[in-house]
T-cell receptor, first 112, second 115 residues
Framework: DAGVIQSPRHEVTEMGQEVTLRCKPISGHNSLFWYRQTMMRGLELLIYFNNNVPIDDSGMPEDRFSAKMPNASFSTLKIQPSEPRDSAVYFC??????????FGSGTRLTVV | GENVEQHPSTLSVQEGDSAVIKCTYSDSASNYFPWYKQELGKGPQLIIDIRSNVGEKKDQRIAVTLNKTAKHFSLHITETQPEDSAVYFCAASRTYNNAGNMLTFGGGTRLMVKP
């Protein structure tokens, strides 16, 4: 199993541009999570899907952030428009019924 | 919602010594407590977990203890080695409306093992 696959690994973009982060969860896992990690705030849960349905998006910072999971093997996190304070490492994780999360390698986003 | 506090934020030990990291949680309904290790440039990796029906669990040099009454749990690493140096996160979760579990993470502990 290739694990949770995230792309791109690094993204540098200018303020105001749209950014799309992608995630392929482990086959058979039915829960998917997007986290943001910064030095100041640690690991923050942004949104949680179960069986492709968003269950809790209370961690999404504001309307500039949106996430979709059109099928069991793919999810996106979009930021539009991006701002410098969005710079962080974004992790996707998947699990079976919420136990034993497996994290991807993350996307390091830099907004200049 | 759940709140997880983790201490210490940094821990330096000599190779071969033991390391202990402690966490407290607020939601008495939490029933699953995993620990993750994050190495530089990588995502967190699950190293051990415990469920609320168990008080202690061991896996080689790693052990986790849970005190449900006091709502705290701890990670114990014995005979530390330089490769144990990393950031460790505790987490807690509960079943969420029959839709699986949602983890809340502690703030992390940076463990440094000096050769």
């Amino acid at each position: 199993d290739a694990g949770v696959i995230q792309s791109p690994r690094h993204e540098v973009t200018e303020m105001g541009q749209e950014v799309t982060l992608r995630c392929k969860p482990i086959s058979g896992h039915n829960s998917l999570f997007w986290y943001r990690q910064t030095m100041m705030r640690g690991l923050e849960l942004l949104i949680y899907f179960n069986n492709n349905v968003p269950i809790d998006d209370s961690g999404m910072p504001e309307d500039r952030f949106s996430a979709k999971m059109p099928n069991a093997s793919f999810s996106t996190l979009k930021i539009q428009p991006s701002e410098p304070r969005d710079s962080a490492v974004y992790f996707c994780a998947s699990s079976l019924q919420g136990y034993g999360y497996t994290f991807g390698s993350g996307t390091r986003l830099t907004v200049v | 919602g759940e709140n997880v506090e983790q201490h210490p934020s940094t821990l330096s030990v000599q190779e071969g010594d033991s390391a202990v990291i402690k966490c407290t949680y607020s939601d008495s309904a939490s029933n699953y407590f995993p620990w993750y290790k994050q190495e530089l440039g990588k995502g967190p990796q699950l190293i051990i977990d415990i469920r609320s029906n168990v008080g202690e669990k061991k896996d080689q040099r790693i052990a986790v203890t849970l005190n449900k009454t006091a709502k705290h749990f701890s990670l114990h690493i014995t005979e530390t080695q330089p490769e144990d140096s990393a950031v460790y996160f505790c987490a807690a979760s509960r079943t969420y409306n029959n839709a699986g579990n949602m983890l809340t993470f502690g703030g992390g502990t940076r463990l440094m093992v000096k050769p």
